[in-house]
C-alpha cells in the first residue's frame, strides 16, 4: 500500500528507575548506592541494584544478602512520586503544547519542526533536554525520537539509562528494527507471537509482512500497529480513557499445583501487572477479587472490598497477601491464577505551587462522578 510516510517527529521521555530516583532526589547522600522501594518484596529498584541481579518481586530478605551493607530499602511514597511526576510534566510543557502522558514516568511529545526552528540536530535537542531535566527536576530521563508513537516506544530500551535515541530516517529505523526481537512491539503477547512464529523473528520481519497478511492473520486492530512501525502514523494524542475494571490472569497449563508457595510466584506476575496497569492509567481501586480456576475448571475467588480507593503499592500488597492467606490449598489443584481491580476512580494530584499554574497539564476526567484527591494524598510528601 502507498500510503504516506509521517512527517511528524514523536518524542518519549522516560524517566530511569523512577521510583528509586525520586528517593535519591530526596536523599542526595543515596547517589551510587544501591535503592530498592518496597516493604516485604522489591518492587522497584535503581541502576545500581539492577547490576546485581536484583529483579522485581524478590523479597527484600533475599536482596539483604546480595546486596552490599550501604544498600537503602524504602517503602514505597506514591503520593510523593506523583508530585515529582507532575514537576516533569509541568517542565516539559513549556517546550511543547502537543503532549500526552502515558504514565507517571512516561509522556509522547509533538516536536515536529523543532530542528529547523532553533537550527540545531534533533540529537543535539534530546542531548540538552536530558541536561535540563537533570539539572531542573532532578531526575534522570532517556528520550527517544521517531516518526511515530509505536516507533519511540519501540526503541524506549536502546541506550538506558541517560541514553537517547533518534531515528528518523526510514533505513536507519529499519536497521533498528533489524536488532530488536518480535515481542518489542507492543501489544504482541505470547499468542500473537506464537500466530506469528513461523513468519516473524524479529520487529523487522514484522513491518516488512504483507498488509493482506496482517489483516487477514491478526485482525484489522493490528494494522494501526503494523502502520506505525512502518513510519505511518496511525495514532493520535486524543485523551487516553479509563478502563472499568484491571482483570489480569495466568494459567499453569500444562502443570497443576496445590503449592501455596508457587501459586503465589504465578499470581506475584499478575500483581506486578494489575497494579502497573493501574498507575499507567492514573486510577486508583476500592475493589480487590483473587480468582483460581482448579484442574477440573471449577472457579472460586475471595474479595475485599476496601474502606476508601487506594493505589498504595505497599497497602494493597498487604491486602492481596491477607486475602490469599484464606485460602486453602491442599486439596485442590490449580490450573489458573489471577486477579481482578475493579471500582477504579481518577488519582490526578493537583499541582502544589511547584511551577505557576498555568504551566500544568491539562487532564480530562471521565465523568462527573470521578471523586476528588483526598486531602491525605499528600501527608508524607
Known sequence: MNLPLSTKVRWLVDCDSFYANCEVYRHPDWANTCV???????????????????????????????????????????AYYKTISQKLMSFLIKHTKVIQQFSIDEAFFDITDYADMYNVSYEEIAKRLKESI????????????????????????????????????????????????????PFIGRRTQAKLASHCQTAYDFACLPYTFVRSLLGKSWLKVWYEVNCI?????????????????????????????????????????????????????????????????????????????????????????SLFATVQWWNVLCR?????????????????????????????TKSSTISRTPSYAFERC
Open 36 to 78: 530498592c522501594i518496597g516493604k516485604d518484596v522489591i518492587i522497584a529498584r535503581n541502576y545500581t541494584a539492577k547490576a546485581f541481579g536484583i529483579k522485581v518481586w524478590t523479597p527484600v530478605r533475599e536482596a539483604k544478602k546480595i546486596l552490599p551493607s550501604d544498600a537503602h530499602y524504602v517503602s514505597p511514597d506514591i
Open 134 to 185: 537533570q539539572k531542573n527536576v532532578g531526575i534522570p530521563v532517556s528520550i527517544w525520537l521517531a516518526p511515530t508513537k509505536i516507533l519511540a516506544k519501540m526503541f524506549a530500551e536502546i541506550n538506558k539509562p541517560f541514553g537517547e535515541c533518534v531515528g528518523l530516517d526510514k533505513q536507519n529505523i529499519y536497521d533498528i528494527l533489524k536488532t530488536l526481537p518480535l515481542e518489542a512491539v
Open 233 to 321: 502514523n496511525a495514532t493520535s494524542f486524543a485523551a487516553k480513557k479509563y478502563p472499568r475494571g484491571i482483570h489480569r490472569s495466568r494459567s499453569f497449563h500444562p502443570h497443576f499445583t496445590n503449592q501455596a508457595n508457587i501459586i503465589w510466584e504465578r499470581l506475584s506476575e499478575n500483581i506486578d501487572k494489575a497494579i502497573a496497569h493501574l498507575h499507567h492509567t492514573h486510577t486508583k481501586t476500592r475493589y480487590i477479587k483473587l480468582f483460581f480456576r482448579t484442574k477440573e475448571f471449577k472457579r472460586f475467588s475471595v474479595d475485599k472490598r476496601l474502606p476508601d480507593h487506594t493505589d498504595d503499592i505497599d497497602y494493597l500488597i498487604t491486602c492481596i497477601r
Open 336 to 364: 489458573t491464577t489471577g486477579i481482578y481491580l475493579w471500582e477504579l476512580e481518577d488519582s490526578t494530584i493537583t499541582q502544589h505551587s511547584l511551577f505557576d499554574q498555568s504551566y500544568i497539564v491539562p487532564r480530562n
